[in-house]
């Protein structure tokens, strides 16, 4: 299992449309926050290790309308629950 967080930055406006359709078409739905700052919502994935992360992303996640840009972050160890 691989963690990957993801922060997206939206379309002005767009925040809550780009949540909900996150939520309705990428399988396995993320946990998806909104946060302030450069980006605009922090997606993490719990992804099998079978996954290509860099390919799940590019066609799962930036393929969603109102979304202008991404920066992924890959997890190596939790070290709390």
Known sequence: MNTTF?????????????AADIADRVDPPPATY???GEY?????????????VGRFITSEVQTIPGI???YSIVGFKAFSG
């Open 34 to 36: 909104s946060i302030s």
């Open 40 to 52: 605009d919502l922090m997606l993490v994935f719990h992804l099998d290790s079978e996954i290509d």
């Open 6 to 18: 993801v922060m997206v930055k939206c379309e002005l406006g767009k925040v809550y449309d780009v």
């Open 68 to 70: 202008r840009d991404t």
